[in-house]
């Protein structure tokens, strides 16, 4: 029985461990992103929108872009899917309002360049 614990500890503590390295790389791509878009000319216009929006966006991308990887083999990141991802969701969020034509305009671009 306590042999039988330990592995399910062991069990448990491998993949916390390994849904703990996935966090501390969301958080890092994230930050990334977030001064990549701040970069961009329309950022101080669209500041709020795109602030708001990257949270939505980052989590359903990076998912996406994020392998866990297996017992041989390591967790790994796309970033092409990513990047992607994340601008044709801000797109898309963006697509409706009239106001956000010239940062629809520079997203477009963005994209263009991956």
Request: charged share 30%.
């Amino acid at each position: 029985m306590k042999k039988a614990l330990g592995i399910v500890v062991l069990v448990v503590v491998v993949v916390g461990f390994r849904f703990m390295n996935r966090g501390d790389d969301s958080a890092a791509v994230l930050a990334e992103t977030r001064v990549m878009l701040s970069e961009l000319d329309t950022y101080v216009a669209h500041a709020k929108f795109l602030d708001n929006v990257v949270e939505r966006a980052h989590l359903k991308a990076f998912s996406a872009a994020y392998s866990v990887g297996g017992r041989r083999e390591p967790a790994s990141f796309n970033e092409d899917i990513y990047r992607m991802d994340l601008v044709d969701y801000i797109l898309a969020s963006c697509q409706s309002d009239k106001s956000k034509a010239d940062l629809r305009d520079e997203l477009r671009e963005l994209r263009d360049t991956f």
